[in-house]
Nanobody
């Protein structure tokens, strides 16, 4: 059974940093794009960041560019999201996703984690 399991969420203050991790099991995603999305209450799931299979190319939403960094460790089958200078509008459930034909489109991803809550207080 293929699973993506996120960890690292929590409650932080504006300006703080947080590092999310996603561990894949059941198959390797070495040859697949992996990404992060987030969904705030009452809003649609939105793209945050993605990384190519070799980690050479990275993609970011304009709202997080310069503050968030996505990385992957193919040997460990993991992908991480370092989030710096967090803002209250970043409060959401963050989801890890894998295998896609369009890095910025949620419905294009084939595998999803269960999500981890990130809450940023003022």
């Amino acid at each position: 059974q293929v699973q993506l399991v996120e960890s690292g969420g929590g409650l932080v203050q504006a300006g703080d940093s947080l590092r999310l991790a996603c561990a894949a099991s059941g198959r390797t995603f070495t040859n697949d794009v992996m990404g992060w999305f987030r969904q705030a209450p009452g809003k649609e799931r939105e793209f945050v960041a993605a990384i190519s299979r070799a980690g050479i190319s990275t993609y970011y939403a304009d709202s997080v560019k310069g503050r968030f960094t996505i990385s992957r460790d193919n040997a460990k089958n993991t992908v991480s999201l370092q989030m710096n200078s967090l803002k209250p509008e970043g409060t959401a459930v963050y989801y890890c996703a894998a295998e896609t034909w369009d890095v910025r489109t949620a419905t294009a991803y084939g595998y999803w984690g269960q999500g981890t809550q990130v809450t940023v207080s003022t």
